[in-house]
């Protein structure tokens, strides 16, 4: 099994930053991309940011494009989300995800964390 623990959330003003990281523990398992994403009150989860195995290529969302900066330390199987110039916007739970192959089972599977509060004041 897998499990992904974020930290870094918190309360922020417009215009301020914050840094969410998460890591990946447990055993026999190959991590592939990863990502974040977040859901706001009363909406549907939605894409974040993504990347790709060896960060080489990466996807962010329209809203937070120039704004946030997703990165990766396969070392430490863990991946970051940079988020600069906040908006009140950007309030919602951010969650990480990991497509990840369990090497006994055989099998693939979208793991999630159990996602960490973003609240930007105006």
């Known amino acids: 099994q897998v499990q992904l623990v974020e930290s870094g959330g918190g309360l922020v003003q417009a215009g301020g930053s914050l840094r969410l990281s998460c890591q990946a523990s447990?055993?026999?398992?190959?991590?592939?991309?990863m990502g974040w994403y977040r859901q706001a009150p009363g909406k549907q989860r939605e894409l974040v940011a993504v990347?790709?195995?060896?960060?080489?290529?990466?996807t962010y969302a329209d809203s937070v494009k120039g704004r946030f900066t997703i990165s990766r330390d396969n070392a430490k199987n863990s991946v970051y989300l940079q988020m600069n110039s906040l908006k009140p916007e950007d309030t919602a739970v951010y969650y990480c995800?990991?497509?990840?192959?369990?090497?006994?089972?055989?099998?693939?599977?979208?793991?999630w964390g159990r996602g960490t509060q973003v609240t930007v004041s105006s």
């Open positions: 995800n990991a497509y990840a192959l369990l090497t006994i089972a055989g099998w693939w599977k979208d793991c």
């Open positions: 447990g055993s026999s398992f190959i991590i592939n991309k």
């Open positions: 990347i790709t195995t060896d960060g080489g290529s990466t």
